[in-house]
């Protein structure tokens, strides 16, 4: 075996390592009856809110209320949310306009907190359906673990173009510790009590942060708290950027651009070799077969053989993170969208802005919206 082989090998290795450490939330019923608020930011989500209510009017364990701040939605966000789901009544408040050097999402979860009562805060973004157990089990965790928890939603998909997002969400739980006290915070489902929040400053300490759970995680550690994050295949998905491909490069791009820099050096190290590993495979195949340059082995055999093991490689380890399954057998092209969003996110980075539902954000520090 050769120098090259043995490196594409011990890459192709690490993917499975590294989607090995994604643990599930696990299922758990809460002790006593504690008083929930489930909180919702929605800014333009008439299309996404009506799951997400309908989702949580079946949850095992009944919140003690629902609002959904409305942030200042030009569609029927306000007049959805009003109309609730069976059985579940749900409150709409609307923050005062956006404040200088405040995100939207920062500010209209800040306000829903000041108007909720539970002794418990679940933030769930309006693009998430969880599972009817979902709630008892993520304020089973918050009430075992402490500080912050929360959970990555499963990503399901329904229009083709939404299948190129695959690396995004595949690249973004690899690069991070996953499970108990692992420092990590995805946005999308998060718990935490009201005393733990306001130690760590709540939303109002990372009000001009785009990619705020990064962030507020990291007040938390400040504040002695733990930080939690787990999976959740078959407990929550959401459906990301349904308004079509544009939504889906702007949203990845806008994540990248200022969450990139918080990733620990070690994980990014580890994926990066593995990311090497895979855009190699997807050059050396076509490369063989058409004349390209190459290094390595220029015959089609096994150049097909190094391609078939990284395409059923991400076959089987995407299952845990979205509904992914004909674009890994091209994988050559989810690599191109990735490696374009990539450099457009680096020079947006550069720009320190980045444009989303029709604001502009900066991606540095302090500059807040406009």
């Not at 209209?108 to 969880?130: C, K």
């Not at 593995?274 to 082995?297: Q, R, T, Y």
């Not at 990284?310 to 490696?339: D, H």
Request: hydrophobic fraction near 50%; aromatic fraction near 10%.
């Amino acid at each position: 075996m050769d120098l090259i082989t043995l490196s594409l090998l011990v890459r192709w290795m690490l993917g499975w390592v590294l989607a090995g450490r994604m643990p599930v939330l696990p299922e758990a019923l809460p002790c006593g009856a504690p008083g929930v608020s489930v909180l919702i930011p929605a800014r333009n989500e008439a299309v996404s809110l009506p799951g997400l209510l309908l989702a949580l009017s079946r949850q095992t364990l009944r919140p003690l209320e629902v609002i959904v701040v409305d942030d200042h939605s030009d569609d029927d966000t306000a007049a959805i949310a009003r109309a609730g789901a069976p059985g579940l009544a749900v409150r709409v408040i609307q923050p005062p306009p956006l404040p200088a050097r405040w995100c939207g999402k920062t500010w209209a979860l800040h306000h829903g907190v000041a108007a909720s009562q539970g002794e418990l805060l679940v933030f769930l973004d309006a693009d998430t359906q969880p599972a009817p157990a979902f709630l008892q089990s993520l304020v089973a965790a918050s009430q075992r673990l402490g500080g912050l928890v929360s959970v990555q939603p499963y990503h399901r998909t329904q229009q083709p173009y939404e299948q190129l997002s695959v690396l995004f969400n595949l690249v973004g739980l690899m690069a991070v510790p996953l499970g108990e006290r692992c420092g990590v915070a995805f946005g999308p489902a998060m718990a935490t009590s009201r005393g733990d929040y306001a130690c760590s400053g709540g939303h109002a300490a990372v009000a001009d942060k785009v990619v705020e759970d990064w962030f507020l995680a990291h007040h938390y550690e400040a504040a002695g708290l733990p930080v939690s994050a787990f999976i959740g295949k078959g407990t929550i998905t959401y459906r990301m950027y349904p308004g079509g491909l544009g939504d889906l490069v702007m949203g990845f791009n806008k994540n990248f651009a200022t969450a990139a820099a918080e990733v620990r050096w070690p994980w990014m190290l580890a994926v990066l070799l593995w990311l090497s590993g895979l855009f190699w495979a997807a050059w050396c195949l076509p490369a063989s077969l058409l004349g390209w340059p190459l290094m390595g082995d220029p015959r089609p055999l096994p150049n097909a053989l190094l391609y078939g093991a990284f395409a059923l490689q991400l076959l089987v380890i995407t299952r845990r993170v979205g509904c992914f399954s004909w674009i890994n057998l091209v994988f050559p092209v989810p690599v191109l969208f990735f490696l374009g969003v990539f450099l457009q996110a680096i020079l947006n980075l550069e720009r320190g802005r980045v444009r989303w539902k029709g604001r502009t954000f900066s991606t540095r520090p302090g500059a807040g919206t406009r």
